[in-house]
């Protein structure tokens, strides 16, 4: 039987897969769906953008809060979550509608942001536990993980697309706002003590899981990975508009997501010991190599060649980040270690979107490429200095 197979065939844990995938639908619905909606309502792209922006500012400033109360009192702490997100969402709606001031819009959209359910971090973290710690279908597992985030980051703004066609944007976010309830509530009636907390002698407060120096470096060296992504992101709407087909940018994306999950579909069916640490660093430095010959692409066919080999990387990556996370996290921080990984992949997706916007507009988009390029390999750079941050947390692991 498959290395997926059998991690399927555990009880329960399909049910939860399927769960989290609806959990994350959400995430990847609300970023189009507000922009969409405010800019119908308000006539305001910069007000869209200023909400959408707070929206994923919220989701990186929040996911570790959350994840640090889901890991004191039980993930059962996942609905009250879930349910001040839909309601987040719900009073963006209303508040759009009542053509409110843009200060308000921006707050609901930054309490959504907040208050957005950690159920994947929960999942991660319960993953060496539930597998009875095999090595083997630990990796699978966080590979299977990384894959459900690219579908879901596809699935979304298709939805978001079908559903502004039949209705309007504003019933994206209703639907939304009921998935986030939904498949949180069937993630906690799957998962095993899902009211089990952290004892009290357990519990780790000021910097949490950050305080172990491996942890802080695989955050730290996460943030250029981000970047990157965000380069890329940014210059592929670019190259599409230069080859005359702003619509191509959707398919080469989509194309990139794709080659991504096939990545870690064959990253996570490999079998055979491997070495965790080794693994990370070679990854890490392969993805900005894969990435660089983005610039040499000259027509559409050749950046979609190139554009899915840049993505192959990219799901292996976090699988293994994922699973040097639950390695060396310290004890009752579990989920919280995972949400820094979250926070440091949108920190840099912002900073990344940002700079190499100003880059293609000054220079060019192979130009913003290089740039994300540069700023990865250093990231592998420091990743590969500091490896022995790392040996003492695995060799106690």
Not at 134 to 142: I, M, S, W
Not at 210 to 238: D, H, K, N, S, Y
Not at 298 to 318: D, E, N, Q, R, Y
Not at 367 to 377: F, I, K
């Amino acid at each position: 039987m498959s290395i997926y197979g059998r991690i399927l065939g555990v009880p329960g844990l399909a049910i939860l897969i399927v769960a989290t995938t609806i959990t994350r639908l959400p995430f990847a619905i609300n970023g189009l769906a507000v922009i969409l909606f405010l800019r119908e309502t308000t006539g305001s792209y910069a007000t869209a953008g200023l909400a959408a922006g707070a929206l994923a500012l919220g989701a990186g400033i929040g996911a570790p809060m959350s994840a640090r109360l889901v890991d004191r009192r039980g993930a059962a702490m996942l609905l009250p979550l879930a349910c001040a997100h839909a309601a987040a969402i719900l009073s963006l709606w209303a508040l759009g509608a009542a053509e409110a001031p843009t200060a308000a819009l921006i707050g609901a959209s930054l309490l959504a942001g907040v208050s957005f359910p950690p159920s994947g971090s929960v999942l991660r973290s319960r993953w060496p536990e539930m597998l009875d710690h095999d090595p083997e279908l630990v990796r699978g597992a966080y590979a299977l993980d990384s894959v459900t985030i690219e579908v879901s980051f596809v699935t979304g703004p298709l939805i978001t697309a079908l559903l502004v066609a039949l209705t309007g944007p504003e019933a994206a976010l209703a639907v939304s706002a009921v998935l986030v309830i939904a498949g949180t509530s069937l993630f906690i009636w799957k998962l095993p003590d899902s009211g089990r907390g952290i004892p009290a002698e357990d519990i780790v407060g000021g910097l949490g899981p950050l305080r172990a120096p491996a942890i802080r470096l695989i955050a730290l060296t996460t943030v250029p990975i981000g970047f990157c992504i965000g380069t890329v992101e940014v210059a592929i709407p670019a190259f599409s508009e230069e080859a005359g087909s702003a619509a191509l940018a959707g398919i080469l994306l989509a194309l990139w997501s794709l080659a991504s999950g096939i990545g870690g579909l064959v990253f996570g069916a490999r079998t055979g010991n491997r070495e965790l640490l080794g693994t990370y660093l070679v990854i890490t430095a392969l993805f900005p190599l894969a990435c660089l010959p983005l610039v040499a692409a000259s027509s559409p066919v050749a950046m979609g060649i190139l554009v899915m080999l840049a993505g192959v990387p990219i799901a292996p990556l976090i699988a293994t980040r994922n699973e040097l996370v639950a390695a060396v996290a310290p004890r009752g921080t579990g989920t919280e270690a995972f949400s820094w990984l979250m926070t440091s992949l949108i920190a840099g997706l912002a900073l990344g979107t940002a700079i190499s916007g100003a880059v293609v507009e000054s220079s060019g988009w192979p130009e913003a490429v290089l740039v994300g390029v540069a700023v990865s390999t250093l990231g592998a750079t420091v990743a590969f200095l500091s490896r022995g941050a790392l040996r003492p947390a695995l060799a106690a692991a």
